[in-house]
Nanobody
């Protein structure tokens, strides 16, 4: 199983970016899908999460600006980031809880990270 994240880049404050993360490989089902971020010198933090059924949760710092969504048919999770701020600068990682077969246990998989840089 692989998670491939994309969509990062350099933007100015107030602009938008959309991140994508596609899961591929031997996948039976995907439960929760999340976005985390890690800024230089800081711990990795949860940004947003979405269940298979579409329930979402957000870090207080991004509520009202970021929207997480998923396409279950494509095994893909998205993060729409609006009104970006310099403090949003970080490497963004996707995470998914995946079962590779009907009888397998659920495991956590991580994408490789995509860098988002917001200039002031």
């Amino acid at each position: 199983v692989q998670l491939q994240a994309s969509g990062g880049g350099l933007v100015q404050a107030g602009e938008s970016l959309r991140l994508s993360c596609a899961a591929s490989g031997s996948i039976f089902s995907i439960n929760g899908m999340d976005w985390y971020r890690q800024a230089p010198g800081k711990q990795r933090e949860l940004v947003a999460g979405i269940t298979r059924g579409g329930n979402t949760n957000y870090a207080d710092s991004v509520k009202g600006r970021f929207t997480i969504s998923r396409d279950n048919a494509k095994n893909t999770v998205y993060l729409q980031m609006n009104s970006l701020k310099p403090e949003d600068t970080a490497v963004y990682y996707c995470n998914a809880i995946i079962a590779t077969s009907r009888l397998s246990v659920l495991r956590s998989y991580w994408g490789q990270g995509t860098l988002v840089t917001v200039s002031s």
